[in-house]
């Protein structure tokens, strides 16, 4: 027989081809021959490993590696795969796509043909042929290394591969984990092929090339056939033609290394084997192969887009609350760390609450009237009453973290423990409360206090003792209404309307404290927004604690809901990317108050937008509207809060560090010598509101009578200074305001206190003057503790909000 007859003829699939033999020098002989028997020791070591454990493990070394071997457990099983969580609009559209590894899992009915095919052809071409090992690939491998005198080509099986893929995908973002998964070891080669037969034994073929196209890298941060279709092609994987096939295919041997946006030429080469590939295994046409070489690339890449900072619209920041919402309801997990794992890793299709246009509408109020270079910035939340449900959340400063481009990551809208900041003074905005907590407690509508143009802060009862004034006779221990021109008496109607600090302060006085900080805590305002407990103090019914633009809007809502209070809402629905429902906290809605007080509240509002502070302010469609304006002390915050019959928004306007008084001050272009709630956030929710209701039906909202209280003496007036009106004594409904009478609304026996089912506290009754407080104030106002009528008095202290009736 002639040498020439002894060459094996190649077969179907391999891709060894015969050539001439040359001739060798004895050195040359000398290290082939080296090299040959080192690869044939290797390959021992396998096939024994591999194929001879159950018969005996003949051969050197072959008992021992037989024994690990079998030691491996076969309890194989993948990890849920890392995949991308989208977030969407009530619309249905996208506000932003966040994952840890960008990755959508898909069905093999969604992938190309032509791509799984050509993932084959280039990366195990016998793949249906062989088991979980193709010893046929190895022998050919030895061959081919032994010829080159180097490691040229690998044996490892798809199979093999897609366990090597697994054990990266479990080590995560540990990089000593991840690299340990990498290494190339005699025990990490037998383990990963332990475990293939195993995949073989449970899985068909199809099924491994599915997991295996979802699981594997093609660079650029994109994890399976899925993304990487998006990525390279902006387009889904089962819409790949044959020539985006073919260059992905070739992108797993090495995403850098072919590179497509940085190696264009080396990606088309590889592309082009690939298609070669699919030639030679018949599985393409001579033809088609020349159409797909002649192809260009047709990249339409798409940059890697993970987070909240990628949302458009000025939806960030309410990303960035869901990611809140999710990180910190139990509903999606027992743990912080559970939590924070489904929203990573998740892979969930989240549909909020957001409605896209009244989002548009309140983002471009406050980028068009606030502008980004101004030294303060405003923020407003919509929000749907009778369901909580967050509809719009924007703010003039983006979202972002280049300070040179004025963005920030803190969210104004919101409370601190949802990534907002610590909140804002309301101003005259928590008025309305105090007027809520009075009319449960039994005031009557027509309530009258002789409101003097300045009074000093009377002693008031709190949950669980008294806070007196130790600066009484002084102007820190008094508190002043805007104008001169406010002199009592006053009723509840028109003393909202023109926001009369002194009456509210009366009013505090008579129902007591804890009956106003139970009504606020039943309205949402749990705490401060920077996280601490509401303080009982004088200047709570003022608005001097901080609060956050969504408090405020959801506390209104309410009042619109006819006193139903329901919590912020900001997910319809929840699934998995393959359909599956996740359970979700649904509304959680509770009675605040009575229809009563709340109609009765609503109509008082409407009054400042008829004749009050608000006035000048109207919706385009003239639809009714009812209002609270919000201005603090030195014009460091204004504030503009209403609502209609079905939408309810609240507007801040401020600067969130410096706090900047806005005084002879350009904002939006405009300069403005004093701002105010009607005159700064009111034309801002003016402008956003009226866009907001374009498109929805007009609903009012209940309101009841209220008589105009009578006309009073022009040339009357209360002295300023004077603690008491000379013009009002005897008018009205005249109620004792000592601390602890039995008879005032507030004590234990009047709605509003802890006697009251829902209220907190400790009841309030009659107190002695003598007992322990245990109560501290901050240095804006002055208290008394201590026994036996000690009194420690505090640092003198600027007055507290001294209201906004300029606002008109």
């Given at each position: 027989m002639s040498?020439?007859?002894?060459?094996p003829?190649?077969?179907?699939?391999?891709t060894w081809?015969?050539?001439?033999?040359?001739?060798?020098?004895p050195i040359?002989?000398?290290g082939?021959?080296?090299?040959?028997?080192?690869?044939?020791?290797l390959?021992?070591?396998?096939?024994?490993?591999?194929?001879?454990p159950?018969?005996g493990?003949?051969?050197?070394?072959?008992?021992?590696?037989a024994?690990?071997?079998?030691?491996?457990?076969?309890?194989?099983?993948?990890?849920?795969?890392?995949?991308a969580?989208?977030?969407?609009?009530?619309?249905?559209?996208?506000?932003?796509?966040?994952?840890e590894?960008?990755r959508?899992?898909?069905?093999?009915?969604?992938m190309?043909?032509?791509?799984?095919?050509?993932?084959?052809?280039?990366?195990d071409?016998?793949?249906?042929?062989?088991?979980?090992?193709?010893l046929?690939?190895?022998?050919?491998a030895?061959?081919?290394?032994?010829?080159?005198?180097?490691?040229?080509?690998?044996?490892?099986?798809?199979?093999?591969?897609?366990v090597?893929n697994v054990?990266?995908?479990?080590?995560?973002?540990?990089?000593?984990a991840?690299?340990?998964?990498?290494r190339?070891?005699?025990?990490?080669k037998?383990?990963?092929?332990?475990?293939?037969?195993?995949?073989?034994e449970?899985?068909?073929?199809d099924q491994?090339l599915?997991?295996?196209?979802n699981?594997?890298f093609?660079?650029h941060q994109?994890?399976?056939?899925?993304a990487a279709?998006?990525?390279y092609f902006?387009k889904?994987?089962?819409?790949?033609?044959?020539?985006?096939?073919?260059?992905l295919?070739?992108?797993?041997?090495?995403?850098?290394?072919y590179?497509?946006?940085l190696?264009?030429?080396a990606?088309?080469?590889?592309?082009?084997?690939?298609?070669?590939?699919?030639v030679e295994?018949k599985?393409?046409?001579?033809?088609?192969?020349k159409?797909?070489?002649?192809?260009?690339?047709?990249l339409?890449?798409?940059?890697?887009?993970?987070g909240?900072?990628?949302?458009q619209?000025?939806?960030?920041?309410?990303c960035?609350?869901?990611?809140h919402?999710?990180?910190?309801d139990?509903?999606?997990?027992?743990?912080?760390?559970?939590?924070?794992?489904?929203?990573?890793t998740?892979?969930?299709?989240i549909y909020?609450?957001?409605d896209p246009?009244k989002?548009?509408?309140?983002?471009n109020?406050?980028?068009?009237?606030v502008?980004?270079?101004d030294?303060v910035?405003?923020?407003?939340?919509?929000?749907?009453?009778?369901?909580g449900?967050?509809?719009?959340?924007?703010?003039t400063?983006?979202?972002?973290?280049?300070?040179?481009k004025?963005?920030t990551?803190?969210?104004?809208?919101?409370?601190?423990a949802?990534?907002?900041?610590?909140g804002?003074?309301?101003g005259?905005?928590?008025?309305?409360?105090?007027?809520a907590?009075?009319?449960e407690a039994?005031?009557?509508?027509t309530q009258?206090?002789d409101?003097?143009?300045?009074?000093?802060w009377?002693?008031?009862?709190?949950?669980?003792?008294?806070?007196?004034?130790?600066s009484?006779?002084?102007?820190?221990?008094?508190?002043?209404?805007?104008?001169?021109?406010?002199?009592?008496p006053?009723?509840?109607?028109?003393?909202?309307?023109?926001s009369?600090?002194?009456y509210?302060v009366?009013?505090e006085?008579?129902?007591?404290?804890?009956a106003?900080?139970q009504?606020?805590?039943?309205?949402?305002?749990?705490?401060?927004?920077?996280g601490?407990?509401?303080?009982?103090?004088?200047?709570?019914g003022?608005?001097?604690?901080?609060?956050s633009?969504?408090?405020m809007a959801?506390?209104?809502a309410?009042?619109?809901?006819?006193?139903?209070?329901?919590?912020?809402l900001?997910?319809?629905?929840?699934?998995?990317?393959?359909?599956?429902?996740?359970?979700?906290?649904?509304a959680?809605?509770?009675?605040?108050?009575?229809?009563d007080?709340?109609?009765?509240?609503?109509?008082?509002?409407?009054g400042v937008?008829?004749?009050?502070?608000a006035k000048d302010?109207?919706?385009?469609?003239?639809?009714?509207?009812?209002?609270?304006?919000?201005t603090?002390?030195?014009?460091?915050?204004?504030?503009?809060?209403?609502?209609t019959?079905?939408?309810a928004g609240?507007?801040?306007?401020g600067?969130?560090?410096t706090?900047?008084p806005?005084?002879?001050?350009?904002?939006?272009?405009?300069y403005?010598?004093?701002?105010?709630?009607?005159t700064g956030?009111?034309p801002?929710?003016?402008q956003?509101?009226?866009?907001?209701?374009?498109?929805?039906?007009?609903?009012?909202?209940?309101t009841?009578?209220?008589?105009d209280?009578?006309?009073?003496?022009?040339?009357?007036?209360?002295?300023s200074?004077?603690?008491?009106?000379?013009?009002?004594?005897?008018?009205?409904?005249q109620?004792?305001?000592?601390?602890?009478?039995?008879?005032?609304p507030?004590?234990a026996?009047t709605?509003?206190?802890?006697?009251?089912?829902?209220s907190?506290g400790?009841?309030?009754?009659?107190?002695?003057?003598?007992?322990p407080?245990?109560r501290?104030?901050?240095?804006?106002?002055?208290?008394?503790?201590?026994?036996?009528?000690?009194?420690?008095?505090?640092?003198?202290?600027?007055?507290?909000?001294p209201?906004?009736?300029q606002d008109?």
């Open positions: 040498p020439k007859s002894r060459i003829a190649p077969d179907a699939g391999d081809v015969p050539r001439p033999r040359r001739r060798e020098t040359g002989f000398l082939h021959t080296v090299t040959f028997l080192g690869c044939c020791t390959g021992g070591v396998l096939l024994a490993g591999l194929i001879l159950a018969a493990a003949v051969g050197l070394g072959a008992k021992s590696s024994e690990g071997f079998e030691s491996i457990p076969d309890d194989f099983k993948a990890p849920a795969l890392t995949q969580t989208q977030v969407f609009d009530a619309k249905g559209g996208l506000i932003a796509k966040v994952y590894r960008d959508t899992v898909i069905p093999a009915e969604q190309s043909p032509l791509m799984r095919q050509a993932q084959v052809d280039i990366e071409a016998r793949f249906y042929e062989h088991g979980a090992v193709d046929k690939g190895i022998l050919r030895i061959t081919k290394n032994a010829e080159s005198g180097a490691a040229v080509q690998g044996a490892s099986t798809l199979t093999q591969q897609y090597k054990n990266v995908e479990k080590a995560g973002d540990d990089p000593v991840v690299l340990e998964a990498q190339k070891t005699l025990g990490r037998i383990q990963e092929l332990r475990y293939a037969i195993k995949l073989e449970d899985l068909t073929k491994i599915t997991n295996y196209l699981i594997t093609y660079g994109a994890y399976g056939i899925q279709a998006q990525r902006s889904d994987a089962k819409d790949l033609a044959l020539p985006e096939a073919a260059m295919a070739g992108l797993v041997q090495n995403p850098s290394q590179d497509p946006k190696h264009p030429v990606a088309q080469k590889r592309r082009d084997t690939v298609i070669d590939k699919m295994n599985h393409i046409t001579a033809d088609q192969a159409e797909a070489k002649a192809a260009p690339l047709g339409k890449y798409r940059d890697p887009q993970n909240c900072i990628t949302a619209a000025g939806m960030g920041f309410f960035d609350y869901v990611r919402v999710v990180k910190q139990p509903v999606f997990g027992k743990s912080a760390a559970e939590r924070k794992k489904l929203w990573d998740g892979g969930l299709n909020t609450t957001l246009e989002q548009a509408a309140a983002q109020a406050v980028s068009e009237q502008y980004v270079t030294p910035s405003a923020a407003m939340t919509m929000v749907e009453p009778g369901t449900k967050i509809l719009a959340m924007a703010q400063r983006p979202y972002g973290l280049a300070k040179e004025n963005q990551v803190v969210n104004y809208n919101v409370d601190a949802m990534g907002g900041g610590i804002f003074q309301p005259s905005n928590f008025k309305p409360i105090v007027a907590a009075a009319l039994g005031l009557p509508p009258r206090y409101s003097p143009n300045r009074m000093d009377p002693t008031m009862r709190t949950c669980d003792g008294t806070w007196k004034n130790l009484k006779g002084k102007k820190e221990g008094s508190i002043p209404n805007e104008s001169a021109r406010e002199v009592g006053y009723e509840l109607k028109e003393a909202m309307a023109l009369v600090n002194t509210f009366q009013m006085q008579e129902i007591g404290l804890c106003v900080k009504m606020a805590n039943k309205l949402g305002v749990t705490g401060k927004a920077g601490d407990p509401l303080q009982e103090l004088p200047a709570l003022l608005g001097t604690q901080e609060v633009p969504l408090t959801n506390v209104y309410s009042f619109a809901a006819r006193g139903t209070y329901c919590a912020p900001a997910i319809n629905k929840i699934s998995t990317v393959d359909g599956k429902d996740v359970p979700v906290s649904p959680k809605c509770t009675e605040a108050m009575s229809t007080t709340a109609d009765v509240i609503n109509s008082v509002l409407l937008t008829e004749k009050g502070t302010l109207r919706l385009d469609d003239r639809r009714q509207i009812a209002a609270k304006t919000g603090t002390d030195e014009k460091k915050s204004a504030w503009f809060t209403g609502y019959g079905n939408l609240s507007v801040w306007l600067s969130p560090g706090k900047v806005m005084k002879n001050i350009r904002i939006g272009g405009h403005q010598q004093e701002v105010f709630g009607a956030p009111g801002i929710w003016e956003a509101m009226s866009d907001a209701v374009r498109n929805m039906p007009e609903k009012e909202f209940p009841v009578y209220i008589p209280p009578p006309k009073r003496d022009p040339n009357c007036a209360t002295p200074g004077s603690p008491t009106g000379t013009c009002g004594s005897g008018s009205g409904k109620r004792p305001s000592s601390p602890g009478n039995p008879s005032s507030g004590n026996s709605p509003g206190n802890a006697s009251t089912p829902g907190t400790n009841p309030v009754g009659p107190l002695n003057p003598n007992s407080v245990g501290s104030a901050p240095s804006t106002q002055s208290t008394q503790s201590g026994q036996s009528g000690q009194s420690t008095p505090l640092a003198p202290a600027a007055p507290a909000d209201g906004d009736n008109q």
